[in-house]
């Protein structure tokens, strides 16, 4: 019985470094955005790694991750001259500015 506890054991502690170590690749959560259109989007789970474009400009974000983002108003996550990003913390929202344009893109903070 002990060599089948100790298996039993040893196997779940695999389980759970795969799924942790899985998680590290993507924000947890969801991002909810609401395009110029009027229309409302959920993305869950986004990768942690490169660039996220939005389909069409967004006018509100809502980031209920357990990661930061930064959006940005070119579709390449770069700053474009004269312009900016935006730092948005979890569990808060922004709204684009007229000045700046829509946000066309994002990345996540790791």
């Given at each position: 019985?002990?060599?089948?506890?100790?298996?039993t054991?040893?196997?779940?502690?695999?389980?759970?470094?795969?799924?942790?170590?899985?998680?590290?690749?993507?924000?947890?959560?969801t991002?909810?955005?609401?395009?110029?259109?009027g229309?409302?989007?959920?993305?869950?789970?986004?990768?942690?790694?490169?660039?996220?474009?939005?389909?069409?400009?967004?006018?509100?974000?809502?980031?209920?991750t357990?990661?930061?983002?930064?959006?940005?108003?070119?579709?390449?996550c770069?700053e474009?001259?004269?312009?900016?990003?935006?730092?948005?913390?979890?569990?808060?929202?922004?709204?684009?500015?007229?000045?700046?344009?829509?946000?066309?893109s994002?990345s996540?903070?790791?």
């Amino acid at each position: 019985m002990a060599a089948r506890r100790s298996l039993t054991a040893l196997t779940g502690v695999v389980m759970l470094g795969l799924v942790v170590t899985a998680c590290e690749d993507h924000a947890l959560g969801t991002i909810e955005l609401r395009t110029g259109r009027g229309s409302v989007e959920v993305l869950s789970n986004p990768s942690v790694k490169g660039c996220h474009r939005f389909r069409e400009g967004v006018v509100h974000v809502n980031n209920r991750t357990l990661n930061d983002i930064i959006l940005y108003t070119t579709p390449d996550c770069t700053e474009p001259r004269g312009g900016e990003s935006v730092y948005l913390p979890t569990e808060t929202s922004d709204d684009a500015v007229r000045s700046t344009g829509l946000w066309r893109s994002f990345s996540v903070v790791h």
